[in-house]
């Protein structure tokens, strides 16, 4: 019989706030072809991703702005208006955080962030500074999903079995890494599929 889930670990971009480039950069970038490609090829997930292993956003941008001298603006947009790409919650999912929250599940999160970033939308969104135990955060950690050490990191720092957690999160390769350790794992598409798998645990009230 395998061991009843009694705690929850929340991705955050896209699981509980939402974050897309595109609802920046269709507005600087109106043609899609051209969209496309400054998004593959300039300011890349590669790219993007390195902030999230704590390189600031500055250097990021300065570093670049050098290889791209003629997208010097688009690419100081990219972190100048950085919260363009994030206009609100994921419907759904803060009532699904806050009822398991009030039902004594203890909560944590595993997140691919920028610490910058991170702080700004704490302040932004402040259930995000009040409704976990503990956050690992990638730019603090250095290390980056679907890292395994990066979930250990957090299994470590609380004394977690993973046989116990269950892992929400947005990508496919991050729950494959989850479910390797151990822990239950849900693709998370929208908030009513999620709600179902807590009720189906017991993690939610019928």
Not at 111 to 121: G, P, W
Request: charged fraction near 25%; include cysteine.
């Amino acid at each position: 019989m395998s061991d009843p889930i009694t705690t929850v670990v929340f991705d955050i971009g896209n699981v509980l706030i939402e974050w897309n480039p595109e609802h920046l950069y269709s507005r600087l970038i109106p043609d899609e072809k051209e969209r496309r490609h400054f998004l593959e090829s300039v300011c890349s997930m590669d790219w993007n991703l390195e902030q999230d292993l704590g390189r600031s956003w500055e250097e990021a941008v300065y570093a670049l702005s050098q290889q791209h001298p003629d997208k010097v603006d688009l690419i100081a947009a990219y972190s100048r208006h950085w919260h363009e790409m994030v206009p609100g919650e994921v419907p759904g999912t803060l009532s699904l955080l806050e009822a398991l929250k009030a039902s004594g599940t203890p909560l944590y999160a595993i997140t691919n962030f920028s610490n910058e970033k991170f702080a700004e939308c704490q302040s932004r969104f402040p259930f995000l500074k009040s409704s976990f135990l503990d956050i690992v955060i990638s730019a603090e950690e250095r290390l980056i999903k679907p890292d395994p050490a990066i979930y250990q990191r957090l299994f470590d720092r609380n004394g977690l079995d993973p046989k116990t957690c269950l892992f929400i999160d947005d990508s496919e390769q991050n729950i494959a890494t989850a479910r390797q350790l151990g822990m239950k794992g849900h693709h998370f598409k929208e908030a009513e599929r999620l709600r179902q798998d807590l009720l189906e645990l017991g993690l939610l009230p019928a």
